[in-house]
């Protein structure tokens, strides 16, 4: 597995920005530029769900209800992916966890990243232990 290790988050009040980063290191089996990476939350009570999503050739994916406030860049120079966090909302409050995996395709309900419904979904096998955002109204 790959060691992903998140940083930036903190409180900030509703409206504000945050940029979350995760660095990946050891554990790699495959150049990191080929690898999906996404952000996933987990809010208190609630499942763990995908935010975001790069594939290798810079394709991004946005769970709608984050679709226009935050974005995810990658640097593969430094192996390092980003959560940009614009206009945040009470809600948007969870752990926030960065994943890796080189898997893409048709998987249960109940396995795989997932941005949206529906039996696609990527194998993330590699997580970080999470940074947590609160957003305060």
């Known amino acids: 597995q790959v060691k992903l290790v998140e940083s930036g988050g903190g409180t900030v009040q509703s409206g504000g920005s945050l940029r979350l980063s995760c660095v990946a290191s050891?554990?790699?089996?495959?150049?990191?530029?080929?690898?999906?990476m996404g952000w996933a939350r987990q809010a208190p009570g609630k499942e763990r769900e995908g935010v975001a999503l790069?594939?290798?050739?810079?394709?991004?994916e946005y769970r709608d209800a984050v679709q226009g406030r935050f974005t995810i860049p990658r640097d593969d120079s430094k192996n390092t992916i980003y959560l940009q966090m614009d206009s945040l909302r009470p809600d948007d409050t969870a752990m926030y966890y960065c994943?890796?995996?080189?898997?893409?395709?048709?998987?249960?309900?109940?396995?795989?990243?997932?941005?949206?419904?529906?039996?696609?979904?990527?194998?993330?096998?590699?997580w970080g232990n999470g940074t947590l955002v609160t957003i305060s109204s």
């Open positions: 994943a890796a995996g080189l898997q893409w395709g048709n998987y249960p309900a109940d396995y795989g990243f997932r941005l949206a419904p529906g039996p696609e979904a990527y194998n993330m096998d590699s």
């Open positions: 050891t554990g790699l089996v495959a150049p990191y530029s080929i690898y999906y």
């Open positions: 790069i594939a290798g050739d810079g394709t991004t």
